[in-house]
């Protein structure tokens, strides 16, 4: 079993940043492949960027370049950190956790990018 609590949302200026951090309790967080995913108001949740056991990272077009992923296996840690923030990057961003047979989410953190 892994919990997810995310953190580090807020409201920011178009071309601010910030960083969401993902802390997870339990086992094994080590073997997990991570993401951040974010929902917008009346879309559907998309992939953001994932990371893998590996640290093999990966992203979404529209945030290449802007984000970058990363993980803390001894902390049980991952960070999102976000910069030249845009308006419709706002969003709830969720942090999950993926191995065979297990999938977690958290709740979620709100990005609100508006001058």
């Known amino acids: 079993q892994v919990q997810l609590v995310e953190s580090g949302g807020g409201a920011v200026q178009p071309g601010g940043s910030l960083r969401l951090s993902c802390a997870a309790s339990?086992?094994?967080?080590?073997?997990?492949?991570m993401a951040w995913f974010r929902q917008a108001p009346g879309k559907e949740r998309e992939w953001c960027a994932g990371i893998s056991v590996g640290s093999s990272k990966s992203y979404l077009d529209s945030v290449k370049g802007r984000f970058t992923i990363s993980r803390d296996n001894a902390k049980r840690m991952v960070y999102l950190q976000m910069t030249n923030l845009k308006p419709e990057d706002t969003a709830v961003y969720y942090c999950?956790?993926?191995?065979?047979?297990?999938?977690?989410w958290g709740k979620g953190t709100l990005v609100t990018v508006s001058s």
């Open positions: 339990g086992s094994s967080f080590a073997i997990y492949t």
């Open positions: 999950r956790a993926v191995r065979p047979g297990m999938d977690y």
